[in-house]
Each structure stands twice: as structure tokens, then as C-alpha cells.
């Protein structure tokens, strides 16, 4: 029996504080067991049942006790959703959701849910050539992504959203959960990934699904698949399982290929996750291409410091992930982590483009400091300008009134010679004085700020 199950990250606006879990952690477990209890009489619970695994964690006992059980503190998502179909018929369309088996939300902490999907593919064609075969797989394909989209952007609405809502209803003050943004894309697909299992009899279903390898070590993994030699092949966003032991849609999850299977999970996940980071980096940089006011840069360095607290958050994730995760588990994560080109697509591009954006807003901020202390040195400079004339005509006529009258102050300053001469001099002299004396002042204040620049 030929199965199609589709796994879709999808862009939610949930985001929670890094690290909240660990400073404090009470306050972390009762957020979720208020959300538990305010869960249990909503409308959600119609329409599916909700498991909320970070109300408690592991404790202190010893770890790595079962060779097939993660040995994690806590999941790695932090709400578990299993849709009711017979619910979910009744706003969605019935074309599309009467071929749905299974449907299932994996909510993640840094903006990411993940969608998947048991789907019955229907018939296959009566015609059983070459090319009927490479047209109904291909609409396969189609068709799934088509549902996969549609779910993601109807589950989010009906069920992400509000469960979002509530939980930022309980922590009022975003201590742990973040305040909603002002621009979501609620909803959207990243990507769909297929994966397509079929009996042994049907493994040349395969050839053309798995089509498209562009390096030696994917075509011979294809065609050790074609041949019978190999019985899995998960590579980008086409996924093959040859299903030996006649297990159906249980192979992926109980069977063989659960361990290869919560590997692919995990990779989704993380992938997703940093790919978010990614995104919102980029629109940092093109922000920042523009920012000229304080507020403006100030916004900037709030969001690229949550950012890069995020994406070391999830870095750290991955490094948990492979201390304790089981051996095979891991094997499989980290050998698609390894065929996505995780590290040099992703891990690498974020640690520049953070880097990148404090170069750039330090020198944005430096610039706009620049400008700040040029128009101070203005200011200051037509102080000292004004000054020096306010100064110069204020002691002429304060040498003036004393050699007029000498009894008028304490000391007899108009017989000075500095005042006297001042006094002597006629108002043209004080200014031009005074002029010389400001270009002088004006000449030095250029260049040294031409000196400070250069």
C-alpha cells in the first residue's frame, strides 16, 4: 500500500523569551499548567487534543537509562496538537481533508510549528506505463503541497493562534512569552517535504521520485534504493521508504524507520528555526540601510540583540540535541542536517549577518554621534565668537567709565594699561579686532575637526 506523508514547517507568531525555562523554572512550569487548565474547557479541545509536555521535565535522575528514549530535559517543542479530523472537515475543504488519515501540530519556540501529514494518494492510474506513472506521481506531489499549505494557514488560524493568545493571557507580563508582532505571517509554509512509502513491489515508483540527485554520493544512494539495496533515501524535499514489513503509515512511526524518522523531525525543526533567524537578519540589514533617527537604531539593536540571543539559544539546541539524542536518532539527524548543507547555508550566513549588523549600526551610531558633536562644535563655536566681541566691547566701555570717573570702583582699573588702551581704541579697531580673533577661532575649529576625520 503506497502511503504519502507530508511534513511542513510553518511560520507562527510564538516566540518565547531564550533561555526562560532555566532562569526561572517554577514560574516556567506553572505557565504551563495554567495553560493546561485553561485549555481543558475552550473551544480548542473540540477541535483536537492538546498536550502541553514542558508542565514538568525529567528532574534530577539519571539520564541515558533507555537506549530508545530521548534522554532531553525537556521536548524540544513545547506543545504537541493531534487534529480531529471529523472537526477539521467542517472548515476546511472536504476535497482536500477527505484524503487525510492523520494531522498533527509540533509547536517549537522560536516562531516555527511544524505540520504533518498522513495522506491517503489515491488510485493509481489504470494506464501502467512509463509516463501515466511520472504524471500521477507528479501530481501527487503537487497535491500535496497544495493540502500541506492549506492546512498549515487553516490549523493556524483555528488552533496556533488562539493557543498563542491564551498563553499570552497568563503571562501578562512576557516574562517568559514574547508580546505578539506587529507584521506575522501567521500561516505560511516554509517548504513541504514529501515522503513517499510503497511496498516492495512498487520500488519503482522511486526512480522517479527521487529524481534530480546532482552529486556522486546522492545517485549512488538512489540507485542502491532502486536496486533493492538500500530501503530509504531522505535527501532535500523528496523522501523514499521501501515498507519491508508491511506496517503502512506505522513504519515511519513505530517501525524500521521511526528512528530515521524522528531524525528528519528534528532536522525540520532546527532548520526552520534558524532559517526564521535568518529571515528576520536579513530585514535587520535592509532596516538598517535606512535608519537615521535614535528611535530607529535603538529598535534596530533591540531586535538584532534578541535575534543573536535566539540563534545561540538554538545553537546550544542542536549541541543538546546530539548529546542526547539516541545514537541512531543522531546518526540520522545529523546525516540530513549534513546532506541540507546546515552549516555552511545556514549556521555560517547567520554568525556573518550578525556580526555584519552590529558593524553596521555601530557605524550608524557612530556617524550619528559625529553629526551630534558637529552641530555641538557649532554651537560652542558661535559662543565663542559672540564672546569674544561681547568681551571686547564690554571692556571698552568698562575702561571708558572708569577713566571718567576713578572713585566710581574699588580700584583705580582705568588707570590700567590693557583697559586704557582698549578705552583709547575707536569701535571699528574692537571689532575688526574682534573679527580677526573669530577667524582665527574658526580657522583652528576646521582644522581639527578635518584632522579628527581624516
Known sequence: MTTLRL????????????????????????????????????????????????????????????????????TLHVAEIHVDLASYREFADPELSERTRTMSVLLFEHGVALLEIDLDPGPRPSDAGAHATQHWLDELQADGIRIAEAAASRLSECMVVPLAETLRRIDRRHEIVRAAETQSDDGSAMWVSRALLVAPEDRVLLDHWTRGAVNAADRSARQELIEGDRDSLVRWLNYAFVDTDNRDGAALTHGRFAAEWRGLRYAQAMYASLDRIDSRLSRVLALAAAAQQRWQLEALRRDLVELSNRAEMIVMQRHALAKYLPRE??????????????????????RFKVDLCNRRLDDLAAKRTARAGVVTDLILLGIGVTSIASIALAITEFGRNSGGDPGATAYDLGASGITTWFATQPIDVILMASGVASLVLVALYLYFRRDDRG
Open 329 to 350: 536518532v543522531r546518526a540520522s539527524f545529523d546525516e540530513i542536517l549534513a546532506a541540507w548543507e546546515y552549516g555552511s547555508l545556514l549556521e555560517d550566513p547567520v
Open 7 to 74: 511534513i511542513a514547517p510553518f511560520r507562527v507568531d510564538f516566540t518565547m523569551l531564550p533561555g526562560a525555562a532555566d532562569r526561572d523554572p517554577e514560574g516556567y512550569r506553572t505557565l504551563w499548567e495554567r495553560a493546561e487548565s485553561a485549555l481543558a474547557g475552550s473551544s480548542l479541545a473540540r477541535l483536537g487534543g492538546i498536550h502541553l509536555p514542558h508542565r514538568s521535565s525529567r528532574g534530577t535522575g539519571s539520564q541515558y537509562d533507555l537506549l530508545d528514549v530521548d534522554s532531553l530535559e525537556r
